[in-house]
T-cell receptor
Framework: QKEVEQNSGPLSVPEGAIASLNCTYSDRGSQSFFWYRQYSGKSPELIMS????GDKEDGRFTAQLNKASQYVSLLIRDSQPSDSATYLCAVPREYGNKLVFGAGTILRVKS | DTGVSQDPRHKITKRGQNVTFRCDPISEHNRLYWYRQTLGQGPEFLTYFQNEAQLEKSRLLSDRFSAERPKGSFSTLEIQRTEQGDSAMYLC??????????????FGDGTRLSIL
């Protein structure tokens, strides 16, 4: 079992719809969770961080965390073609906080 | 705050050559990380520094790889005797402070290495 797992996609949604991206992790002791967006050929860009069970909203983005189920998700409301990218889930591991990434989910928003 | 800066953006070299990449972190960020990313995969941790001290190296980092962070400011990553398998995007990230795991890392634009 990989430490951080994501469905590779691609996930295709129509413009204006809600995109739902999922991530599971193996270490029950994990405390922090990050979502990065990566456009093709570019570097990862931090878009959301979440530390507590429940939902955290920032504009069109909502991160959801369920530590009991070891599950973190990212919802993108009113999806736009500019949201088309790879979304990476990342979990810090051990002292030093090195990030362990999932392989990423490719999102395609069709206009 | 100018963000994390990496140089060069692209490097093309022949197999067997040595290459060196530079990373300038966000000013006053104590932690600096190197990752490697290949197509279709998430970034993989290589090594990190707390100030000038290199505190951890991944098993991915063979003896041909060396990293330094003199004076706790910029960092360099050198690959000696490059191999085809070294072709990847090399990413640098930095984060502030020490201790807890709640501080996100911010990435530079990366250096794309192509081995001919």
């Amino acid at each position: 079992q990989k430490e951080v797992e994501q469905n590779s996609g691609p996930l295709s949604v129509p413009e204006g719809a809600i995109a739902s991206l999922n991530c599971t992790y193996s270490d029950r002791g994990s405390q922090s969770f990050f979502w990065y967006r990566q456009y093709s050929g570019k570097s990862p860009e931090l878009i959301m961080s979440i530390y507590s069970n429940g939902d955290k909203e920032d504009g069109r983005f909502t991160a959801q965390l369920n530590k009991a189920s070891q599950y973190v998700s990212l919802l993108i409301r009113d999806s736009q073609p500019s949201d088309s990218a790879t979304y990476l889930c990342a979990v810090p591991r051990e002292y030093g906080n090195k990030l362990v990434f999932g392989a990423g989910t490719i999102l395609r928003v069709k206009s | 705050d100018t963000g994390v800066s990496q140089d060069p953006r692209h490097k093309i070299t022949k197999r067997g050559q040595n290459v060196t990449f530079r990373c300038d972190p966000i000013s006053e960020h104590n932690r600096l990380y190197w990752y490697r990313q290949t197509l279709g995969q998430g970034p993989e941790f290589l090594t990190y520094f707390q100030n000038e001290a290199q505190l951890e190296k991944s098993r991915l980092l063979s003896d041909r790889f060396s990293a330094e962070r003199p004076k706790g400011s910029f960092s360099t990553l050198e690959i000696q005797r490059t191999e085809q398998g070294d072709s990847a995007m090399y990413l640098c990230a930095s984060s502030p402070g020490q201790g807890d795991s709640n501080q996100p890392q911010h990435f530079g634009d990366g250096t794309r290495l192509s081995i001919l």
